[in-house]
């Protein structure tokens, strides 16, 4: 066996080359398992679907992309050890992240200082990017949803009076609301209540009960489907009548089947419509469809623009170092995606015009667009 | 001041669903003094065995009182059958070992259940068929009580009822209350120590499937985790209580559900948890048994 050893190990080492060789690397990790698993399923499903594309296209370079998904449980700990893994252990030269913020602010500084491009398909906490110049992003960032709404509370709905109720322990959802708060505010509106709950929680009976003793004319609850369907029940429940509205977080078929009737009518912030008349949008509709026999949501769309603009980068650069695709990332501009014209800033995050959608049923109305 | 009903109402309401699982909880610990921390996952089975049963029968074409009780039954079957799976095969053969080798063995069971769970049944949420239409019972003003409310609490005082009977006036109970106390010498005078824990388990398993179908009925959104935060607040209370005590749990649940609401309302509800567990350790500095822990000559 000793004489065995170096013999085996060159083998491996001969076996490992050859792989690396005829295949192009790309580690992804999103929560496949846990609370908020439908969204990395989502994700999950546009990025596949991408890779697949190009592959059956032919590939990058002449190779085949080759895609790890890890999954991260929903927990940020385990971003992290998913992210040195990939690294480390599967040598990936780029890596396409999770749906969560919290996630991405744990596994990006590990890319960072690995020298690893990181694209987020929809993280879109602003401090994720921060991490360094590995990092990028092709959402747009939350105070631009708070804004969004803000703006479309104000000016198109004529709200007045206010309450928030943000979920405390999601970075999302607090940056959203602060965001919305001060833009609300700024617009002359009034905010008359500002509650939290914690995901996980199913009664809301408490808060709801405070937010009715304000009579305000909405209530801006930037969190998960999850939570937002049990809300909206209790809210119509108590009898608040004033329109509920939400960002990303909502875009899911379980909200309706959740919330029922309470979540008629409502409306929240998002990525892209079904609803969009653009062929490209139209194409990917199709082809999703196909491939996975439902309806993609804005997370599978945004995961299959992230997949596709790294998979670009890729092919642009000179090589396959870090560097070098990195640069390429930097450089993308008007890229056709799903989900709007992309454009990456000086702070790696994408610049892009956001829709308000109207809750019906299993549909999802388009309302209107609104432009940075 | 309607705010105020409003407020009681609906912790009372809450407390009431934390009762169910505190009873849980409570009885085992009663009769063997360990924490059934998986007691909690056993809940969300008997969630989802109601859910397939449920869609399977085609329930939500006919709600009613019919379809509830039978659901219930059927997540009580289930739950119980898992509580004696889980005591024959991984609470038994450590009877001898050390205290905390069970315990351990205990959040192993759980974390077992509650990731097979997500493989199984998958991660996301499903929504729980609508069994019973819920209505309002009676209004004063913008004050509502609703029939669901009523119903979680009848059934939490009326299955704290029943256990105490159990317990204390059929033999069945004085056989578990002889292993609570002494289980060798239990064990010595003829009582199979074997089948009254299997037994014990059994029932406190199966309220957690009773549980779970009025926590479904309540709020329409199951997961494999679901039973995680849940049973933290329901194992607070049976300690508050007094953990042993049946109407401790009973107690204890109710003043966690109203002091969360009241810490809402008149508070923060950004500091809800902290203070609600601040009250709790206030508490127990006070009576470090639990409210009604030191009364009882008996634990049961």
Known sequence: ?372 | MHDFVQHIINGISLGSIYALIALGYTMVYGILKMINFAHSDVYMIGAFAAYYVARWLGIEAQPGIASLLMLILVSMLACGFLGFLIERFAYRPLRKAPKLNILITAIGVSLFLQYSGQVVFGADPKVFPEVMTDYVLLTFGPVELRSFDLTVLGVSLVAMLCLEFLIKKTKVGRAMRAVSSNALVASMLGVNTDKIIAFTFVVGSSLAGVGSVLVGMKYPKIDPLMGMMIGLKAFVAAVLGGIGNIGGAVLGALIMGLSEEMVVAYLSSTYRDAFAFGILIVILIFKPAGLLGKYSVEKV
Request: with cysteine; aromatic share 8%; net charge positive.
């Open chain 1, 1 to 372: 066996m000793k004489r065995l050893l170096p013999i085996l190990c060159v083998l491996f080492f001969l076996g490992a080359c050859t792989k690396n060789t005829n295949e192009i690397v790309i580690g992804e990790y999103d929560s496949l398992t846990g609370s908020d698993a439908t969204f990395g399923l989502s994700s999950n499903k546009g990025v596949r679907m991408a890779f697949d594309e190009i592959n059956d296209a032919g590939g990058i370079k002449g190779k085949k992309i080759s895609l790890i998904t890890l999954d991260d449980q929903g927990k940020n700990e385990e971003a992290a050890s998913a992210t040195t893994r990939l690294i480390t252990h599967n040598k990936v030269i780029a890596i396409i992240g999770g749906v969560a913020s919290g996630r991405s602010k744990a596994a990006a500084p590990i890319a960072q200082a690995h020298k690893v491009p990181f694209v987020s398909p929809s993280s879109t906490n602003p401090d994720v990017t921060k991490a360094g110049d590995y990092i990028f992003r092709v959402c747009f960032i939350d105070p631009f949803q708070g804004l969004v709404m803000a703006k479309f509370a104000r000016e198109n709905l004529n709200l007045k009076k206010v309450a928030i109720l943000r979920d405390v322990k999601n970075d999302y959802s607090v940056g959203l609301s602060n965001v919305f708060k001060r833009e609300f505010a700024d617009r002359g509106g009034q905010i008359v209540a500002d509650l939290s709950y914690q995901a996980g929680d199913i009664d809301f009976k408490a808060q709801l009960t405070e937010i009715r003793s304000k009579s305000p004319d909405g209530i801006y609850i930037p969190g998960y489907y999850t939570e937002v369907g049990l809300i909206a029940q209790q809210a119509r429940q108590l009898g608040i009548k004033a329109p509920l509205m939400g960002g990303d977080g909502w875009d899911s078929d379980k909200l309706s089947e959740i919330g029922k009737q309470a979540i008629d009518g409502n409306y929240y912030s998002n990525h892209y419509t079904t609803e969009s008349a653009d062929p490209a949008v139209t194409e990917f509709i199709k082809k999703f469809k196909a491939k996975y026999n439902e309806t993609p949501d804005a997370l599978a769309a945004l995961g299959y623009d992230a997949a596709r603009i790294l998979a670009q980068a890729i092919e642009r650069a000179p090589d396959l170092s870090g560097k070098a695709i990195r640069d390429e990332l930097a450089k993308t501009k008007d890229f056709p995606g799903v989900t709007g014209k992309i454009t990456l800033n000086e702070n790696r995050d994408a610049v892009k015009s956001a829709v308000i959608i109207q809750v019906e049923g299993k549909n999802r109305k388009f309302i209107t667009t609104i432009n940075p």
